[in-house]
C-alpha cells in the first residue's frame, strides 16, 4: 500500500464529509438479482504457435494529475474488461491526500479503453484510495474495494475504533456495479470487518476471487495496536449481501493475494518487510483459516505488491494444466525493477518458466484472465510514471509444463 512502507518490526506499525447519512449507515446490501451462470473463463488455446504481445498506456503521469498509481483489474462475465487505480491529483503520495479511485473499461481485450471515470471522488480533504475489483460470476455484479480516509487520515495514523462515523479511522469502503462498471453505488464495511482495537485496514489492491463453491474472497492487510502487520480474508457467502474476515494470519504481513488451487485449497501469497522473499500459507476450509506463512525461497521480491492466478481454472483436477498457476512481481531482492511473470506447473511449488515484462523499474501489477484464454496485465512503469496494460498468451510465456 506505500511506496516505501517497511513491514519491520519496529516500523510496522472512502464516504468523506459530503458522504451522505444514507451511504454512512447503510444496512446489508440488497443481493443483486442471480442470473443464469455465465462462464467468466473461456477455453485455453491448446495451440499456441504465434507469441501474443501487446500493449498500452491506460493512465500517464502528468495528464490530468500528478501521478497514477495502484492498479486492479478484473474481466467481467461477458469479457469486458475493468481497470482501476488511484488518480493522485497534487503529489504521489498515498492517503491523507487528494486521492480518488478511477476506472476506464474495455471491451475489447484492452486494446482500447473508455474515458476515465472518478467513482470514489471526495471534497472537503477526505479521500479513497488502493482499489481491487471482484466480479461475481454468477450475478454480474462487479465490487470496487478501497479505503476511505477522512481529512488528514491515512494508514500510517489511523486510530482505533470502527463507527462508521469516525474521522479518526481509515473505512473499509466499497463501491457495486451491476452494469458492467458503468454506474456505481457505494456501502460502508468498517462495522463488519474492523475490530475496534485495530489501527489501520485496507483491502489489499488489485483483484479479490471467486471461489467454485461461488464464495467471494477480498484480501485485507491492517495493523494491530502494537504495529503488527496481519492479513485476512473478507469473505461472502450470499453475493455480497453480507461480509465476514475470516481468522487473521501474520504476523509480518501485508498486501497479499489468493487463488484456489486445483483441489479446492488456498493458497495466499504476500509481500512482507521480514525477508526478501515472498510468505505463502493455506487455508483448507474456504479463507477462514490459514496455516503459518512460509517463505517461498523462489519469489524474491523488494517489498512490493504482486499478483498470483490460476491459469486454467476451467479444468477438473485430473488435467495437467489445471495446477499450473501465474504469478507477476518484480523480481528483485534490492529494487522495484524486473518486473516478471512466472508459471508454476504443481500448484506454487516450482516455478520453473518465467519471462521478463521489463527489466527497468516497475512496481505493482495485477493478473487477470481473458475470455479468449489470454491474460492480461496490468502494472506500474518507470515505476510511477504510467500504468500499462499487456495482454500475453501462453507462448508470449514460453509455458511448457506437460500438456493437460
Known amino acids: 500500500m506505500r511506496a516505501a512502507r517497511s513491514l519491520s518490526l519496529a516500523v510496522l506499525l472512502a464516504a468523506g464529509t459530503a458522504l451522505t447519512t444514507a451511504v454512512r449507515a447503510a444496512p446489508a446490501a440488497e443481493p443483486p438479482p442471480r442470473r443464469d451462470p455465465s462462464p467468466l473463463y473461456g477455453p485455453t488455446p491448446m495451440h499456441e504457435p504465434t507469441p501474443l504481445y501487446e500493449s498500452t498506456d491506460v493512465a500517464v503521469a502528468g495528464q490530468g494529475a500528478h501521478t497514477y498509481r495502484i492498479p486492479a483489474l478484473e474481466t467481467l462475465p461477458d469479457g469486458t474488461l475493468v481497470a482501476a487505480y488511484d488518480r493522485r491529483n497534487d503529489s504521489a503520495a498515498d492517503l491523507p491526500g487528494n486521492v480518488d ?177 515472498r510468505l505463502v500459507a493455506y487455508s483448507g476450509d474456504g479463507g477462514l483459516t490459514y496455516s503459518s506463512p512460509v517463505a517461498d525461497d523462489a519469489l524474491v521480491d523488494p517489498v512490493n505488491n504482486a499478483s498470483l492466478l490460476r491459469y486454467d481454472p476451467t479444468l477438473g483436477p485430473d488435467r495437467a494444466r489445471a495446477h499450473w498457476l501465474l504469478f507477476s512481481n518484480t523480481a528483485s531482492a534490492t529494487a522495484r525493477q524486473n518486473l516478471t511473470v512466472r508459471l508454476s506447473c504443481d500448484d506454487g511449488r516450482t516455478w520453473p518458466v518465467s519471462r521478463v515484462v521489463t527489466p527497468g523499474p516497475a512496481a505493482y501489477s495485477t493478473l487477470t484472465r481473458l475470455k479468449d484464454g489470454t491474460f492480461g496485465l496490468l502494472y506500474e512503469s518507470g515505476p510511477y510514471q504510467r500504468i500499462v496494460f499487456a495482454r500475453f498468451d501462453g507462448a508470449w510465456l514460453g509455458a511448457g509444463c506437460p500438456a493437460a
Not at 192 to 203: E, H, N, R, T, V
Not at 245 to 252: A, K
Open 101 to 277: 479511485v478511477m476506472v476506464r473499461r474495455s471491451v475489447d481485450n484492452g486494446r482500447t479503453w473508455s474515458a476515465p471515470q472518478a467513482v470514489a471522488d471526495y471534497d472537503g480533504g477526505a479521500g479513497a484510495g488502493d482499489p481491487s475489483l471482484l466480479a461475481d460470476r454468477h450475478t454480474g455484479r462487479l465490487f470496487l474495494f478501497h479505503a476511505y480516509g477522512p481529512k488528514g487520515i491515512g494508514f500510517r495514523n489511523a486510530g482505533p475504533g470502527n463507527d462508521h462515523d469516525s474521522t479518526t479511522i481509515l473505512h473499509t469502503d466499497y463501491h457495486y456495479s451491476d452494469d458492467g462498471g458503468r454506474s456505481w453505488q457505494a456501502r460502508r464495511l468498517t462495522h463488519d470487518l474492523k475490530d475496534p482495537s485495530w489501527l489501520g485496514i485496507f483491502a489489499s489492491s488489485g483483484t479479490g476471487i471467486q471461489l467454485s463453491t461461488g464464495r467471494l474472497l477480498q484480501q485485507y492487510a491492517f495493523r494491530k495496536a502494537d504495529g503488527s502487520m496481519w492479513a485476512a480474508s473478507a469473505y461472502s457467502d450470499d453475493h455480497g449481501a453480507t461480509w465476514r474476515l475470516g481468522t487473521p494470519v501474520g504476523p509480518l504481513m501485508d498486501e497479499n493475494k489468493t487463488v484456489e488451487l486445483a483441489d479446492g485449497r488456498i493458497m495466499l501469497n504476500s509481500r512482507t518487510g521480514s525477508t526478501t522473499k
